[in-house]
C-alpha cells in the first residue's frame, strides 16, 4: 500500500502569508495526487486534483505542484477562510490512501 | 453538482451490527463508483470501502474486510454499508463519497462527500 507523509503536521500562519504544505509518497505516483480541505465539523472538501488541477470555484490563491513523490500544496495569500486541515490523498492505485493532515493555525 | 446524505448512524455495542444508507441526488447515480470514508474522533480520514457504478466490483480496506459489505441500489439511487461484528475501534464518522470521473471502478478523487454519520462503538 502507498503511505503518504504530510509536513508539517502542524502550521501557525497568519493573515497574508504564504504557506506550503509538502506530501511525500513512499513511492511514485505519477501526477494522482489530490488536496482536500476540511474545517471542524464539516466534510472534506475537495480543492486539487491531479497534482495541479484546481476544482472549480476553488480561489486561485491556492495552487498544487508537484509529481512522482512529492507535491505541494501552497496559498499565496491566507485568508480567515483558509484556517483548517488540509489532506492529501493518492489515486494511483488501490487501496486510496490520505496523509494524516496538516493543520494550519491562527498564529 | 449533486448531493449526498447519510443515516444509520448511532451508538452499538461492541461486537454489534450497523447498517449505514448514502442516498444521493442530483446527479447520475449509476454512473459512479462510490466509497465510504471514515474519521476517528480527533483524527485523519480512513477509506473503507468502495464499489463500482454497476455493483459489481467492492473493495475493502484490510481493517474491515470480512466484517463490512458494501451495496448499492441505483434504483433507489443509495449506498448502502452493512457493518458487522463492531468494535471500538470502528467508532468514527462515516462519510459516503462520490468519486470524480465517470465509469472509473476506483481510485480517483472523491469530488463529493456527505455531511457524515457518527458510529459509536460502546459498551
Known amino acids: 500500500d502507498i503511505q503518504l507523509t504530510q509536513s508539517p503536521s502542524s502550521l501557525p500562519a497568519s493573515v497574508g502569508d504564504r504557506v506550503t504544505i509538502t506530501c511525500r509518497a513512499n513511492?511514485?505516483?505519477?501526477?494522482?495526487l489530490t488536496w482536500y480541505q476540511q474545517t471542524p465539523g464539516k466534510a472534506p472538501k475537495f480543492l486539487i486534483n491531479?497534482?495541479?488541477t484546481l476544482q472549480s470555484g476553488v480561489p486561485s490563491r491556492f495552487s498544487g505542484g508537484g509529481s512522482g513523490t512529492d507535491f505541494t500544496l501552497t496559498i499565496s495569500s491566507l485568508q480567515p477562510e483558509d484556517f483548517a486541515t488540509y489532506y492529501c490523498?493518492?489515486?494511483?492505485?488501490?487501496?486510496?490512501?490520505f496523509g494524516q493532515g496538516t493543520k494550519l493555525e491562527i498564529k | 453538482e449533486g448531493q449526498l446524505l447519510e443515516s444509520g448512524g448511532g451508538l452499538v455495542q461492541p461486537g454489534g451490527s450497523l447498517r449505514l444508507s448514502c442516498t444521493a441526488s442530483?446527479?447520475?447515480?449509476?454512473?459512479?463508483?462510490m466509497n465510504w470514508v471514515r474519521q476517528a474522533p480527533g483524527k485523519g480520514l480512513e477509506w473503507v470501502s468502495s464499489?463500482?457504478?454497476?455493483?459489481?466490483?467492492?473493495f475493502y480496506a484490510d481493517s474491515v474486510r470480512g466484517r463490512f459489505t458494501i451495496s448499492r441500489d441505483n434504483s433507489k439511487n443509495t449506498l448502502y454499508l452493512q457493518m458487522n461484528s463492531l468494535s471500538v475501534a470502528d467508532t468514527a464518522v462515516y462519510y459516503c463519497?462520490?468519486?470524480?470521473?465517470?465509469?472509473?471502478?476506483?481510485?480517483?478523487?472523491?469530488?463529493?462527500w456527505g455531511q457524515g454519520t457518527m458510529v459509536t462503538v460502546s459498551s
Open positions: 463519497a462520490k468519486i470524480r470521473r465517470l465509469g472509473t471502478a476506483c481510485c480517483d478523487a472523491f469530488d463529493i
Open positions: 442530483e446527479f447520475t447515480f449509476s454512473n459512479y463508483a
Open positions: 464499489i463500482s457504478g454497476s455493483g459489481f466490483r467492492p
Open positions: 513511492q511514485t505516483i505519477d501526477k494522482y
Open positions: 491531479d497534482a495541479s
Open positions: 490523498q493518492q489515486s494511483y492505485s488501490s487501496p486510496p490512501s
